[in-house]
């Protein structure tokens, strides 16, 4: 089992910045591949960014290559996500999951089922 509590959201101005953290806690950190997923209003959820359990490998969705970047501290079984030049589409409830990573297990990390545990979601308000 693993509890995943995200934080750092909030109102920004188009073009402005805001980091994104995921506090995890239960099971091994360090064996869990770790996912951001958006969800704005009548949508559905999009991929964001994902990083491998070692932190080794790296996943960012087209839309926001070259303005947000996922890192991880294992240390402090801590997810970030770095959100620069922000623009008013970013504006969704971001959600943090988790992925536990086993020997023959699929390393897709884009698709939300395959995730295993979600946090609650922080809101990111994007103003033009």
């Known amino acids: 089992q693993v509890q995943v509590v995200e934080s750092g959201g909030g109102l920004v101005q188009a073009g402005g910045s805001l980091r994104l953290s995921c506090a995890a806690s239960?099971?091994?950190?360090?064996?869990?591949?770790m996912g951001w997923f958006r969800q704005a209003p009548g949508k559905e959820r999009e991929f964001v960014a994902a990083?491998?359990?070692?932190?080794?490998?790296?996943y960012h969705a087209d839309s926001v290559k070259g303005r947000f970047t996922i890192s991880r501290d294992n240390s402090k079984n801590t997810v970030y996500l770095q959100m620069n030049s922000l623009k008013s589409e970013d504006t969704a409830v971001y959600y943090c999951?988790?992925?536990?990573?086993?020997?023959?297990?699929?390393?897709?990390?884009?698709?939300?089922?395959?995730?295993?545990?979600w946090g609650q979601g922080t809101q990111v308000t994007v103003s033009s």
């Open positions: 990083i491998s359990w070692s932190g080794d490998s790296t």
């Open positions: 239960g099971r091994s950190f360090s064996r869990t591949a």
């Open positions: 999951a988790a992925k536990a990573v086993w020997a023959g297990r699929s390393r897709t990390y884009d698709d939300y089922q395959e995730y295993d545990y």
